[in-house]
T-cell receptor, first 113, second 113 residues
Framework: ELKVEQNPLFLSMQEGKNYTIYCNYS?????LYWYRQDPGKSLESLFVLLSNGAVKQEGRLMASLDTKARLSTLHITAAVHDLSATYFCAVDRGSSNTGKLIFGQGTTLQVKP | NAGVTQTPKFRVLKTGQSMTLLCAQDMNHEYMYWYRQDPGMGLRLIHYSVGEGTTAKGEVPDGYNVSRLKKQNFLLGLESAAPSQTSVYFCASSYWGAGYGYTFGSGTRLTVV
C-alpha cells in the first residue's frame, strides 16, 4: 500500500528565513506533485516532478525529487507572508494508467512578519 | 474557460437523506476523480473514472456511488448520508492521467447532522 508522509505538519516561521518541507513515500514512483491550498480554497498545482533528480523552481519555492530515497523536498527561500498556506505532496503509483494520486497529510505554513 | 465546476458549494443534510454532487469540466479531460478532505488526513480518493462510461473505486468508496454518463460530467451520490460523511469534497480532472497534474474544482462543503 502506497503511503505518503509529510514532515513537519505545521511550520511557523519568520519572514526572511529558509526552511524545507519533506515528503516521504513508501513504494516506487517516478512522479510526484506539489499543491498549495489557501484556507477555504481549492488546491493549486505548484510543481510536477516526473523523474529522479528533477528540480523545479518558482519564485521562492524549489522542489526536488529523489526517487531512490523516495523523498521529495519543498524548499522555501526567504519566506514572505504570502507563502502562508497548506502545502500537499502527492504521488501516483506510476505502474498504472489511472492517474490516481495519494496525498500526504499536508504541511500548514505560517509566515510571521 | 471555466475549468472544473462543482455544484453545490455548500450543503447541509440530515442523516439518511440522499444527494448528488455534480462535477463538470470543459477541458476535454479523460480522467476524473472525487476526493474527500478531512482535517489532518490530506485528501483521500473516493472514486475515479478513466473515461466516459467507466468508474472505479478508490481508497474510501463505501457509502458513495458515482456515474460518468458524459465525458464532461462526473457525479458523486450519497444514498443515505451519515455524519461520518461530513467533509469537503473535491473533484479533479486530468488529461491522460496524473502525469500532467490535476485541475481541481472549488470544493463542496457537506455537513450531515
Amino acid at each position: 500500500e502506497l503511503k505518503v508522509e509529510q514532515n513537519p505538519l505545521f511550520l511557523s516561521m519568520q519572514e526572511g528565513k529558509n526552511y524545507t518541507i519533506y515528503c516521504n513515500y513508501s513504494t516506487t514512483s517516478d512522479r510526484l506533485y506539489w499543491y498549495r491550498q489557501d484556507p477555504g480554497k481549492s488546491l493549486e498545482s505548484l510543481f510536477v516532478l516526473l523523474s529522479n533528480g528533477a528540480v523545479k523552481q518558482e519564485g521562492r519555492l524549489m522542489a526536488s525529487l529523489d526517487t531512490k530515497a523516495r523523498l521529495s523536498t519543498l524548499h522555501i527561500t526567504a519566506a514572505v507572508h504570502d507563502l502562508s498556506a497548506t502545502y500537499f505532496c502527492a504521488v501516483d503509483r506510476g505502474s498504472s494508467n489511472t492517474g490516481k494520486l495519494i496525498f500526504g497529510q499536508g504541511t500548514t505554513l505560517q509566515v510571521k512578519p | 474557460n471555466a475549468g472544473v465546476t462543482q455544484t453545490p458549494k455548500f450543503r447541509v443534510l440530515k442523516t439518511g437523506q440522499s444527494m448528488t454532487l455534480l462535477c463538470a469540466q470543459d477541458m476535454n479531460h479523460e480522467y476524473m476523480y472525487w476526493y474527500r478532505q478531512d482535517p489532518g488526513m490530506g485528501l483521500r480518493l473516493i472514486h475515479y473514472s478513466v473515461g466516459e462510461g467507466t468508474t472505479a473505486k478508490g481508497e474510501v468508496p463505501d457509502g458513495y456511488n458515482v456515474s460518468r454518463l458524459k465525458k464532461q460530467n462526473f457525479l458523486l451520490g450519497l444514498e443515505s448520508a451519515a455524519p461520518s460523511q461530513t467533509s469537503v469534497y473535491f473533484c479533479a480532472s486530468s488529461y491522460w492521467g496524473a502525469g500532467y497534474g490535476y485541475t481541481f474544482g472549488s470544493g463542496t462543503r457537506l455537513t450531515v447532522v
